[in-house]
């Protein structure tokens, strides 16, 4: 025992990067049911209509659980028992020709089928009685989207140690898993986490082929990870065209040898392919069609309509908003990213590793062309720009490779406070992550007051009776030791000067963010009455466990 204890801590302390994320993970449960999470209920209403009906169509469970939104309403009209023609719900809505409608979700399927032997574990568990939503959400999140991402967690820091010193590879793996979209994705069954799990493993399966480190038959499971990424979030398809050109660039051996390596990865992605088309098909009536375009809301079908998928000609204004806004943009949630846009220099990077330079610099051009070509006004009570999700895993190593061409020089430190302002940020804001789009600034408008006023978030501890704010204690601290490790390895004691510097980078974007806040009558009404709001419907209440969890 006594050589054992010592042995643990040294483990302990060479992967603080991965486990103190893995225990902040696994404690939170940010939810409030009051607000029936569309994006999340409509996934999971598909799977139960799986599990108690054997169909995708989800109108029977409409009738038992209730409605919900984000569903697509296909209205069919039949002659002699065949099916003649399909419309959205909305354009034909009491014609007696389409009296017959069918209800599902408008995402891609693949969370609500990922979630099919969860609900059919609880089912059984449960029998006779019912499995409430709560326990659903919680367990559905816990395997469909927060395991795979902590998952993610180990070969990221193995791809970033490639290239990178290990205390800045560690510190990069903590702030991507506690400072950027990661976080607040991973403890929400929707598919943006999700996605960006698939779209890094397909990379990294490509990353480790072109390295001779994996056998050819590897190329059928990067085609296989590509597949399923369209099956998760339909857009995830504009990551796909930049990795496909790496993944070409990078296979070894003559053009029979990328031919091959093709021909390889195209049989990966068929079987998924197959799948999604047949659902298509059956839900929508063509194997290329789908929620979308049969949007049971008709203020949201001018929003996808047109380009692909409602991606049209830039905008601007939704280019600045998605990036820099002060509610949830990119930069202003994470604003350690920033320094990756200087860490795109092709001076910064060795030959070996420009084709990974090319690859981060297009997705980033994908990225930005496609969040300022959709409607930035249509996304929802969410944290941040959630459809960039994918995009933030590729955007560390050119950071981290800034931060290496800083030396122990002020700037970072500097980079050292962003990191720890964008932990800070991000992990107050995830506390709820159902932030309104009302607001012009989530941290101080809502996250930080929500703390202060001890509205702390849920966690598994007050699911078990503990009532805040002893419940939510662990995972403050965690947090807080997260922030101080990360800027310890990126700027080192006994640099003062760095450490200084560090602080004051927090202080001054902390600033910058107060200074974003509304200050018109209108603003501030309409912003209490938000407030309010949510504040009526937080879960757990100051003081107080959460209400029983098989209670609902």
């Known amino acids: ?89 909305p354009e034909v809505r009491g014609q007696p020709r389409f009296a017959e409608e069918h209800y599902f979700p408008s995402k891609a399927p693949l969370l609500s089928v990922a979630a099919v032997p969860v609900y059919a574990a609880l089912k059984a568990l449960r029998s006779p009685l019912p499995v409430g939503e709560v326990p659903l959400v919680f367990f559905a999140r816990l395997f469909a989207t927060l395991l795979p991402a902590l998952l993610l967690l180990i070969p990221l820091r193995r791809y970033l140690r ?74 995830g398809a504009l990551a796909l065209v930049p990795l496909a050109a790496y993944g070409l660039a990078v296979a070894p051996g003559n053009a029979r040898g990328k031919l091959s390596a093709v021909a390889l990865a195209l049989l990966g992605v068929l079987p998924v392919a197959i799948l999604l088309a047949l659902y298509h098909q059956a839900a929508f009536g063509g194997p290329l069609d789908s929620g979308y375009k049969y949007l049971n809301d008709a203020a949201y079908q001018g929003w ?32 350690f990213l920033l320094l990756a846009l200087p860490g795109l220099r092709p001076s910064l990077w060795p030959a070996a590793a420009r084709k990974e330079l090319a690859l981060s610099a297009r997705l980033l051009v994908f990225y930005a062309y496609f969040t300022a070509s959709f409607s930035y006004d249509s996304w929802g009570w969410t944290t941040g720009p959630r459809h960039l999700t994918p995009l933030v895993p590729f955007l560390l190593l050119p950071a981290g490779r800034f931060v290496e061409s800083l030396g122990q020089k002020l700037a970072a430190g500097a980079a050292a406070g962003l990191a720890a302002l964008s932990i800070f940020a991000t992990s107050a804001m995830t506390f709820l992550n159902y932030i309104p789009d009302s607001l012009t600034n989530a941290l101080w408008q809502v996250a930080l007051p929500f703390l202060s006023h001890g509205y702390l978030p849920q966690t598994v501890f007050s699911l078990l009776g503990v009532p805040n704010p002893w419940a939510a204690l662990p995972v403050l601290l ?8 990360v800027v310890r390895a990126i700027a080192p004691a006994p640099a003062k000067g760095l450490l200084a510097a560090a602080a004051a980078a927090f202080a001054l974007v902390c600033a910058i963010h107060a200074a974003a ?29 959460s209400p029983p969890f098989w209670g609902r």
């Open 304 to 335: 996808h309509r047109g380009g692909f998928l409602g991606v049209k000609l830039p905008d601007l204004r939704a280019l600045f908003l998605s990036f820099f806004s002060p509610l949830r943009g990119l930069f202003a949630l994470s604003p």
């Open 162 to 235: 490639v290239h990178l010193p290990e205390p800045l590879a560690d510190a990069l793996t903590a702030t991507y898993a506690l400072g950027t979209l990661a976080f607040s994705y991973s403890e929400l069954f929707m598919s943006h986490q999700t996605t960006a799990v698939l779209v890094f493993a397909c990379f990294y399966a490509l990353f480790r082929l072109s390295r001779g480190e994996w056998p050819r038959w590897g190329y059928l499971v990067a085609g296989m990870l590509a597949g399923l990424t369209v099956a998760a979030e339909y857009t």
């Open 517 to 545: 806040r509304p200050y018109d009558e209108a603003s501030r009404a309409r912003d209490q009455g938000t407030y309010t709001f949510l504040m009526e419907r937080f879960l757990p209440s100051p003081g107080r466990a």
């Open 1 to 89: 025992m006594s050589e054992i204890l010592p042995r643990v801590g040294r483990w302990a302390r060479a992967n603080w990067a991965i486990l103190l994320p893995a225990f902040i993970y696994l404690s939170l449960f940010p939810y409030l049911p009051a607000l029936r999470s569309p994006n999340e209920l409509c996934r999971l209403h598909q799977t139960r209509a799986l599990v108690d009906h054997g169909t995708f169509e989800i109108n029977d469970i409409l009738r038992e659980q209730g409605p919900i939104g984000d569903l697509s309403c296909v209205a069919v009209a039949r002659q002699d028992g065949q099916v003649v023609e399909r419309r959205p719900c």
């Open 478 to 485: 965690a947090v807080a030791a997260a922030m101080a490790l």
